[in-house]
Nanobody, 123 residues
Framework: QVRLVESGGGLVQAGDSLRLSCAASGGIVSGYTMAWFRQRPGKEREFLAAIPWSGDRTLLGPSMAGRFSISRDNAKTTLYLQMNTLQPDDTAVYYC????????????????WGQGTQVTVSS
C-alpha cells in the first residue's frame, strides 16, 4: 500500500520561507506523478503543482505565483515544495498526492494522499 507522509509545516512570519517534504513508500518503483495541493480555511482543495517521474513538463497552478517551486528526488522517493516570501493568505493544510497518470491537476485523478501538514503564516 502506498503511503505518503508530509513534513516541514509550521508557524512562520510573513516573508519567511519553508520547504515541505513528502516521503513516499510502499513498493512504488517508477513512473508515477506527484503533486502538491492545499486547502485554505473555508475553501476547496486547490492544485499547486505536479511533477511527473521524469521531472520534465511540470504542471503549475496559478497559486505557485513565482514564489513556490516543486521538485522531486526519485532516489529518495521524496517530493518537495519550496515556498518563499510566504504571505498570510498561504495559510493552509498542504497535501501531497500520487497518481499513475502522466500529468494531472485534478484531485479526483490522484489515487493516494498524505495526511497533510499545516502551514500558518502570521502577519
Amino acid at each position: 500500500q502506498v503511503r505518503l507522509v508530509e513534513s516541514g509545516g509550521g508557524l512562520v512570519q510573513a516573508g519567511d520561507s519553508l520547504r515541505l517534504s513528502c516521503a513516499a513508500s510502499g513498493g512504488i518503483v517508477s513512473g508515477y506523478t506527484m503533486a502538491w495541493f492545499r486547502q485554505r480555511p473555508g475553501k476547496e482543495r486547490e492544485f499547486l503543482a505536479a511533477i511527473p517521474w521524469s521531472g520534465d513538463r511540470t504542471l503549475l497552478g496559478p497559486s505557485m505565483a513565482g514564489r513556490f517551486s516543486i521538485s522531486r528526488d526519485n532516489a529518495k522517493t521524496t517530493l518537495y515544495l519550496q515556498m518563499n516570501t510566504l504571505q498570510p493568505d498561504d495559510t493552509a493544510v498542504y497535501y501531497c498526492a500520487l497518481t499513475w497518470r502522466y500529468r494531472s491537476d485534478r484531485p479526483v485523478d490522484f489515487e493516494f494522499w498524505g495526511q497533510g501538514t499545516q502551514v500558518t503564516v502570521s502577519s
